[in-house]
């Protein structure tokens, strides 16, 4: 059973670390712990998917030692990520104020979903009414041709 969970564990390892490198690491605990609030806040720009405690790539880095350079020259968290949008811009936040310039992006989600449901409110009472489903009879001429086709 240990075995098990040691292969477990080792499986999931590389899951459960950061890139932060251990020369990155601020001394003071309390201004780590800031330092690891904003980067998970902040988007790395080529991973895009990562944030940049996640990410090894090298643009990362850069975002982690500028989060501490800014953290160390006395910057409140709002400041450090006002800084960073103002160099690289709304994209890397992972969570970007509703604003102007991004309203479709923030409306489109829930407008698709209303726009589905609608559609499949309206294929559901279509389908349920009985009299648009039945065939409708046949004419006398119909009947009598259908009766022929039968005898032959």
């Known amino acids: 059973m240990r075995a098990i969970l040691l292969a477990v564990l080792l499986c999931l390892y590389p899951v459960l670390t950061f890139a932060v490198q251990p020369d990155e690491v601020l001394d ?14 902040l988007r790395c720009v080529v991973c895009q998917s990562e944030n940049i405690d996640e990410s090894n790539a090298d643009i990362a880095r850069d975002l982690r030692l500028l989060v501490r350079e800014r ?21 890397v936040l992972f969570r970007p104020p509703f604003s102007a310039r991004n309203a479709l992006l923030w409306l489109s989600g ?6 589905g449901a609608g559609m499949a409110f309206a294929v559901i009472r279509r ?14 001429e119909e009947q009598r041709r259908v009766e022929s086709l039968m005898r032959e």
């Open 28 to 41: 003071d605990p309390a201004l780590e712990a800031r330092a690891r609030e904003i980067s998970r806040e």
């Open 71 to 91: 953290i160390l020259a006395g910057d409140s968290n709002a400041e450090t990520l006002s800084f960073i949008v103002d160099r690289y811009g709304e994209y």
């Open 110 to 115: 829930p407008l698709l979903l209303l726009i």
């Open 127 to 140: 389908g349920s009414n009985p009299a648009e489903a039945a065939p409708a009879p046949l004419s006398p």
